[in-house]
């Protein structure tokens, strides 16, 4: 059965988009006309996952639950009701069942501060990286210049067999400025806090 709630916030769908290019996920149930949201994360993740469904929760059936996953994982979840909104945004950022970036993209602080916490890692004061190893090549280009009408200056990092972004040691101050004002507490460590 279809969501009839409104339409989401800027905020919300600002959440919704940094979870899509980061963990989360839309998906249309064959047969159905709306797409939902699940967003998915480990247990450790608890509070993060909380969060999210606190900002959604007007588009949700019941609060997040833990899960067993692959092997000794244990993750925890929820899932969205489906709604226009959700179709719309598969339409946007999905080519079958796989995720791409969609020129019309705009990212915002908001996106990315999701995006950061769901992606982004760090490995030193000044290694700052978005894992974007599921986008092909092209799609990171893409991101490159998303990344750039922020002012934030990244370059294509080969790591092994994969791709990802890596911030610019020029941009890491301009980076933690906008990412602090929208990380949660259990999420800091990410910017060296």
Same mark, same amino acid.
């Given at each position: 059965?279809d &969501?009839?709630?409104g339409s989401? /916030?800027? !905020?919300?769908k600002s959440?919704?988009i940094?979870?899509i $290019? @980061?963990?989360g996920y $839309? #998906?249309i149930i064959?047969k159905?006309? &709306?797409?939902f949201?699940?967003? +998915?994360h =480990?247990? @450790?993740a608890?509070?993060y996952v909380?969060?999210?469904?606190e900002? $959604?929760k007007? !588009? %949700?059936i019941s609060?997040?639950k833990?899960?067993? @996953?692959?092997? &000794?994982?244990?993750?925890?979840? !929820?899932?969205?009701?489906q709604?226009?909104? *959700?179709t719309?945004?598969h339409?946007e *950022?999905?080519k079958? +069942?796989r995720?791409?970036i969609?020129s =019309?993209?705009? $990212?915002?602080p /908001?996106i990315?501060?999701?995006? *950061?916490?769901?992606?982004?890692s760090? %490995?030193? &004061?000044?290694?700052f990286?978005? +894992?974007?190893q599921?986008?092909?090549?092209?799609?990171?280009?893409?991101?490159t210049e998303?990344? #750039?009408?922020?002012g934030l200056q990244t370059t294509i990092n080969k790591d092994? =067999?994969?791709? #990802?972004?890596? *911030?610019?040691?020029?941009?890491i101050?301009?980076?933690?400025g906008m990412l602090?004002?929208n990380l949660i !507490? =259990?999420m #800091?460590?990410k910017?060296?806090?």
């Amino acid at each position: 059965m279809d &969501n009839t709630v409104g339409s989401l /916030t800027q !905020f919300q769908k600002s959440v919704v988009i940094g979870s899509i $290019l @980061g963990d989360g996920y $839309l #998906r249309i149930i064959p047969k159905r006309k &709306n797409a939902f949201l699940e967003i +998915n994360h =480990s247990y @450790g993740a608890k509070e993060y996952v909380n969060w999210k469904y606190e900002i $959604l929760k007007n !588009f %949700c059936i019941s609060p997040p639950k833990k899960r067993k @996953g692959n092997g &000794n994982r244990i993750a925890y979840r !929820f899932f969205t009701k489906q709604h226009p909104e *959700f179709t719309k945004l598969h339409k946007e *950022f999905y080519k079958g +069942n796989r995720k791409n970036i969609p020129s =019309s993209l705009e $990212l915002n602080p /908001t996106i990315l501060s999701i995006w *950061f916490m769901d992606d982004g890692s760090r %490995c030193s &004061n000044s290694d700052f990286y978005l +894992n974007t190893q599921k986008f092909s090549l092209t799609e990171q280009i893409n991101l490159t210049e998303k990344l #750039r009408n922020l002012g934030l200056q990244t370059t294509i990092n080969k790591d092994k =067999s994969y791709y #990802r972004l890596r *911030f610019l040691v020029s941009s890491i101050a301009k980076l933690k400025g906008m990412l602090k004002p929208n990380l949660i !507490f =259990s999420m #800091r460590y990410k910017i060296g806090l």
